[in-house]
């Protein structure tokens, strides 16, 4: 199979893929896909709905029922901008537990790779290299320490006007990272093939030139 005009850049939570994913695009004049608000909208709707996401079949129904868009920044959910809901602690701990459900998976990667045709694409997640675009032209994994991760959460929180102890963002993170990493669908991982960096001790600048110069 050919390769596809699509650069991926998964890794961890809290690790700058969203930062890095965005400008990345903007500079080459790709379309940014955020995979993570995909899931964190499936359970933004599964949490309104009163579905438990445990239930495969509930999911399912809810899933076929689902229309899913993007405006710029904004994420839509049957027409409804949910951007600033899917953007709490509950949606984290909750998008990564659908994301361990095979119906939800199955129909966000189709979802995803039907988008990926256009081509010109920067996919950011968890899985975009090993699972959803194998055959992308470039592939990046960013990761960070969890200590970094956490410092930059809780600055970012403040900046935003919470206060959360520092020790509870660690807790969540490591929570987060143990989940995704053992999940027996799709598990984060590097793909054998793409870059690896380390932005514990990089700036945002430092990553993106980096990701461009191996592009």
């Known amino acids: 199979m050919d390769r596809l005009n699509i650069i991926t850049i998964d890794g961890p939570a809290g690790a700058g893929k969203s930062t890095v994913s965005k400008e990345l695009a903007r500079r080459l004049g790709y379309t940014y896909l955020d995979t993570g608000a995909m899931y964190r909208a499936v359970a933004w709707a599964a ?3 009163g579905v438990d996401v445990g239930d495969e079949k509930a999911l399912s129904e809810l899933c076929n029922d689902l229309k899913l868009g993007f405006q710029g920044d904004r994420v839509l959910v049957n027409g409804e901008d949910v951007s600033s809901f899917i953007r709490t602690p509950e949606m984290d701990g909750l998008s990564s537990a659908v994301s361990r459900v095979a119906v939800v ?3 966000l990667t189709g979802m995803q790779r039907e988008l990926g045709r256009q081509g010109r694409l920067v996919a950011e997640g968890r899985d975009m290299g090993t699972v959803v675009f194998p055959q992308a032209a470039h592939k990046f994994f960013l990761t960070a320490s969890a200590g970094e991760r956490a410092k930059r959460r809780k600055m970012q929180m403040e900046n935003q006007g919470e206060e ?6 660690l807790a969540q993170i490591e929570a987060r990272d143990l989940a995704d990493s053992t999940r027996a669908i799709a598990p984060l991982q590097a793909s054998p093939d793409c870059i690896i960096i380390d932005s514990s001790d ?3 600048e430092d990553v993106l030139e980096k990701v461009v110069t191996e592009i």
């Open 47 to 49: 949490r309104q709905k």
């Open 105 to 107: 998976r199955e129909y």
């Open 202 to 204: 990089l700036t945002v």
């Open 164 to 169: 959360v102890a520092y020790e509870e963002i």
